[in-house]
Every structure is written in C-alpha cells, then in structure tokens.
C-alpha cells in the first residue's frame, strides 16, 4: 500500500512540461533555433518540432529556446543589427571594388621572344602586384582567372570581393627589365 501512495505523491509533485512549452498550430512545440540545426531551419527561425525532439534533444544541447514573444523580439533587435552591419560591409566592399576597377597593375615576367611566359601568372601574383599598388584587402581567393596567364599582354581580370561585388581589374603582363620582348 505505502507504494501506491508514493507514486500518487510524485505524480501530484511532477510539474506538468508541456504546459509550459507553446503548442503550435500542428500541436508540436514552437522553439526559437539559437543555432542553426541541419534539417530543421536556421537560427533565428521559429519552428514546430515534436515534443520529445524539442525536450530530449534542442532544449538540453542549447540549439533552441521557448519561442515567446520576448525572445522573439530579441531576434528581431539582433536581426536587424546585423542587417545594418551587412549593408555597411557591402558598401564598404562596393567603395573598394570602384577603387580597384580605378587600378591598371603591371606585372613583369621572363618570356621568350614570340612573348611566351617562361612560367606563367596567377592569382597570388596579381595579389603580390595589388598590394604594391596599396590595395591589401583582395587576396588570391578573390581572383577569378579562367587559367593562368601565359603570354605577355594586356589581361582583365574579374575580382569577386563578395556574393553581389564583383569587379574588374587591368593586369599588364610585361617582360622583365632587361630581356628583349617580342
């Protein structure tokens, strides 16, 4: 008898989880993602998962939180922060592609007498002569070059500083001091 008391003792002391939790339209948990998680949404979103996911799973590894109202003002103060320091970027980022389109950058490289290089140019040496010329921010992984340049000339090149910033810059390939070019 004393057994059966027991388990009617813990059952009234249990606090009921699920009251606490927002039901969703489809009868799960809504939770607000902290972290983005793979095949459920980014972070910041707010989504329907089951109850036992959102317990055993999102709510004890950190990845999401009860989705009410004050949380979900909070996302949109820190969405909207980080929209406005996206868009400053992008124009930093657009100022620094009109300053390269500006830039002619001349590299000098041995070749033989039909102007064939003896080696060839890439990305780390329109790097090298674009930090020569002051600009230090563009890096090889910047550079979109369909091969490796080859012959002596007059090159432009596509810079791509971001998803929507692109530019283009004029690299001059010349002999080097003292050969005889063609």
């Not at 927002?22 to 972290?35: A, K, M, N, V």
């Not at 999401?64 to 004050?70: K, L, P, S």
């Not at 922060?81 to 490289?109: C, F, G, H, N, P």
């Not at 020569?132 to 890096?139: E, F, H, N, S």
């Amino acid at each position: 008898m004393p057994s059966t008391k027991l388990k009617t003792l813990q059952k009234q002391q249990r606090p009921k989880r699920d009251k606490r939790l927002l039901r969703g339209p489809h009868g799960g948990i809504e939770l607000l993602l902290i972290q983005p998680v793979e095949n459920l949404g980014e972070q910041g979103e707010v989504v329907e998962v089951k109850p036992g996911y959102a317990r055993n799973y999102l709510l004890p590894q950190g990845l999401a939180t009860i989705a009410n109202e004050h949380h979900k003002r909070m996302v949109e103060k820190h969405r909207a922060k980080l929209l406005e320091i996206e868009r400053a970027r992008l124009a930093d980022l657009r100022r620094m592609a009109d300053e390269i389109a500006r830039q002619s950058v001349t590299i000098e490289a041995n070749a033989n007498d039909e102007g064939h290089l003896y080696g060839s140019v890439g990305a780390p040496e329109i790097v090298d002569a674009l930090k020569a010329a002051g600009i230090t921010t563009v890096g090889p992984e910047h550079i979109r070059l369909q091969g490796p340049l080859k012959e002596l000339g007059l090159y432009t090149i596509s810079v791509h500083l971001a998803q929507e910033v692109n530019t283009d810059i004029k690299v001059w390939v010349v002999p080097a001091i003292g050969e005889e070019g063609g």
